[in-house]
Every structure is written in C-alpha cells, then in structure tokens.
C-alpha cells in the first residue's frame, strides 16, 4: 500500500532563517511523482514544489528546494530565507499516475515568527 | 481563468441527513477528485473522475458517492450523515489526459460540512 507520513505535526522559524519539512513515502510503483502543497490559514491549498520520481537532480522554486533521497524513500522540502507569509500547513504528497490516485501525508503546520 | 469552485462553502446538518456538494473544475480540466480534511488525518482521498468515469476509489463508505456530469462539473453525495463525517471537503481539478500528466492539482477553497 501506498503511504506518506510527515512526522512534524508542528514546527516554527525565525523569519530569514532556513527550515526543513520531512516526509517519507512508501509505494511499489516505479513511476510516480511528490509534491509539496502549501494551504495557508483559511486559504486555497496551492502547490509549492514537484519532483518527478525518475529525475535524479533535486527540484527548486525560488527559496523552496527539496532533497530526494529515492533509495530511503524519503523527500524534505527546505525553505530558506523564511517570510510570515510562509505560514501555513504544508502537506507532502505522492501520485502515481498508474492508478491516478494521491496519497497525502497528515501535514506540517509551520509558523514562521517575526 | 476562474479556478476551481465549490458550493456550498458552509453547511450544517445534522445526524441521519444527506448532503449533496458541488464542484466546477477549472475550464479545460477533466479530472475531478475530492478529498475529506480532518485535523490530524490530513486529506484523505475520497475519490476521483475523468470524462465522467470514476477511476479510483478511497476507503470511504458507500454513503460516499459521487459523479461528474459531461461538462466535467462533479458533486459529492454523503448520505445517512454521522458525527464523524464533520470535515472539510476539498475538491480538486487536473489537467490529466491521455499524452498529459502533470499530477498537479488546483484547488477549491471547499466546503465545510459541521454534523451536529
């Protein structure tokens, strides 16, 4: 079975400084994708980062990165420079495009303080 | 380009009712697919529609049912409503189809169902 668990229900940075989101996945399929969305307070959840499980250079956005270790299943994101609007829950996901379904991870409710 | 659009963004019911939710995909979106967030369970995915073909299934019970109409819109039917069922109800739309795959989704601001 699929799986992707987030271990850090709650985490807060300094604004300006760098944080790092954990996730881990679990899927037998060999073509599938993660993702970082981001869901605000009371806000549309939007995407933050995509990693296509075939690419071996990790993905960037701007201050947002991730590190894709495939062979320990496992795919953090980092954000540097981190402003207050970064503020949100941030939820780790995987799709396999097989099966067409995603598996979302239970999500990180990161604070970023001034 | 309008994004995606749920309705009824609040509703209140109560135990033993049904509630009927809708959605309407981005223009050029044919895939459909709707989660249910809850504090600490994150989104679980209910299900998920292409051309008005469901193609994949959560584990949720039989008093979740859906549909998507030609026009690509979607709702989202929970019958004989528990106190458990109280959840943010997300919708999403992608461009899938069959030479695109992105995997993106774009999301509605959802639909907020308290069962009292």
């Known amino acids: 079975a699929q799986t992707v668990t987030q271990s850090q229900p709650e985490m807060s940075v300094q604004e300006a400084e760098t944080v790092t989101l954990s996730c881990t996945y679990d899927?037998?399929?060999?073509?599938?994708?993660l993702f970082w969305y981001k869901q605000p307070p009371s806000r549309q959840m939007i995407l933050v980062i995509r990693?296509?499980?075939?690419?071996?250079q990790n993905a960037t956005e701007n201050r947002f990165s991730v590190n894709f270790q495939k062979a320990a299943k496992s795919f953090s994101l980092k954000i540097s420079d981190s402003q207050l609007g970064d503020t949100a829950m941030y939820f780790c996901?995987?799709?396999?495009?097989?099966?067409?379904?995603?598996?979302f991870g239970t999500g990180t409710r990161l604070k970023v303080l001034a | 380009k309008a994004g995606v659009t749920q309705t009824p963004r609040y509703l209140i019911k109560t135990r033993g009712q049904q509630v009927t939710l809708s959605c309407s995909p981005i223009?050029?979106?044919?895939?459909v697919s709707w989660y249910q967030q809850t504090p600490g369970q994150g989104l679980q995915f209910l299900f998920e529609?292409?051309?008005?073909?469901?193609?994949n299934k959560g584990n949720f019970p039989g008093r979740f049912s859906g549909r998507q109409f030609s026009n690509s819109r979607s709702e989202m039917n929970v019958s004989t409503l528990e106190l458990g069922d109280s959840a943010l109800y997300l919708c999403?739309?992608?461009?899938?189809?069959?030479?695109?795959?992105?995997?993106?989704?774009?999301f509605g601001e959802g639909s907020r169902l308290t069962v009292l």
């Open positions: 899927t037998s399929e060999s073509n599938y994708y």
């Open positions: 223009s050029g979106h044919r895939s």
């Open positions: 529609y292409f051309s008005e073909t469901q193609r």
């Open positions: 999403a739309s992608s461009l899938e189809g069959t030479s695109v795959i992105s995997g993106e989704l774009f």
């Open positions: 990693q296509e499980a075939y690419k071996q």
């Open positions: 996901a995987s799709f396999t495009s097989g099966t067409y379904k995603y598996i």
